[in-house]
């Protein structure tokens, strides 16, 4: 009952996180601009369309060179610098709601997670004390096993020894 009841809560929990994140995901409006053409790296600015420059050479380069590694390479970096660029001009901003609302969602989120969490982190049962416990019990028979085997190696020993002084 124990795994079924698991399985419960952490689909309850799931669904109040999705549902939660729904709830915020909706609120919340997403834009982009390149800030009138003009896109910043740190202290370092450029216009926007320059960012597509190294991209049109590095193609160029790939066509000319029968699509050689290095021009291959170049022309991969400066995608991930076009999408850098996107993802830096990228605008969040939330719609005005209420209190309630607001924590609505938080609750739902991270009550989901925690719930999630708690399932999915959680001990099998298993008692640490417990198990301590059980491997310093079978240590010691262990240790006992291995002193009666040492103490019958003595007799036979002496056996044999009694043996070869009557031979």
């Known amino acids: 009952m124990g795994e079924k009841n698991s399985l419960i809560r952490f689909l309850a929990g799931l669904a109040l996180m999705v ?3 729904f709830l915020l995901f909706n609120r919340v409006h997403v834009g982009s601009g390149f800030g009138w053409g003009v896109m910043s790296f740190g202290f370092f600015s450029v216009p926007s ?3 597509f420059v190294p991209f049109i050479i590095g193609v ?3 066509f000319g060179s029968n699509g050689s590694l290095p021009s291959k390479i170049f022309t991969a970096f400066t995608v991930l610098i076009i999408l850098a660029a996107i993802i830096m001009n990228t605008s969040f901003w939330v719609d005005r709601m209420t209190m309630f ?4 969602m938080l609750v739902m989120i991270f009550g989901g997670g925690g719930i999630v969490a708690s399932v999915l982190f959680a001990s099998d049962g298993i ?3 417990k198990a301590r416990e059980e491997a310093e019990k079978y240590k010691k028979m262990a240790e006992e096993e291995s ?3 040492e103490d019958l190696e003595k007799e036979l020993k002496a056996i044999k020894d009694n043996m070869n002084k009557n031979a």
């Open 19 to 21: 549902v939660g994140l």
């Open 101 to 104: 609302d607001w924590l609505l």
């Open 127 to 129: 008692d640490e004390k």
């Open 60 to 62: 160029v380069w790939m």
């Open 49 to 51: 369309g320059l960012v």
């Open 147 to 149: 002193k009666k085997s």
